[in-house]
Nanobody
Framework: VQLVESGGGSVQAGDSLRLSCAAS????????MGWFRQAPGKERELVATIRRISDNTWYPDSVKGRFTVSRDNAKNTMSLQMNSLQPEDTAVYYC?????????????????WGRGTQVTVSW
């Protein structure tokens, strides 16, 4: 199983980025997927989860209203649209998936990780 992220980069505060995650090796149509991020010196934190269909989503307060997660089960892909980015959003963003599960609550829920993509937001 392989998860590959793309779409990271360097932007200015207020800009938008769209991250994508492509899964291969198995389909995750019935399983939860999610996005985590990890800033230097900090723990990896969950920023979005999505269940089988796009209206079953969860976000922490820090990104709610700015980030939107979606998935295309037919293409086995997941995306994270990030708007109104702030410097505190700077981190490596990781795609995550779990094995035969219905939700992702924290890092312990994850069975598969991508390698991560860097997002840097500056003033």
């Amino acid at each position: 199983v392989q998860l590959v992220e793309s779409g990271g980069g360097s932007v200015q505060a207020g800009d938008s980025l769209r991250l994508s995650c492509a899964a291969s090796g198995r389909t995750f149509g019935g399983d939860a997927m999610g996005w985590f991020r990890q800033a230097p010196g900090k723990e990896r934190e969950l920023v979005a989860t999505i269940r089988r269909i796009s209206d079953n989503t969860w976000y922490p307060d820090s990104v709610k209203g700015r980030f939107t997660v979606s998935r295309d089960n037919a293409k086995n892909t997941m995306s994270l649209q990030m708007n109104s980015l702030q410097p505190e959003d700077t981190a490596v963003y990781y795609c995550a998936a779990c094995n035969w599960c219905s939700s992702i609550l924290d890092v312990n829920s994850v069975d598969y990780w991508g390698r991560g993509t860097q997002v840097t937001v500056s003033w």
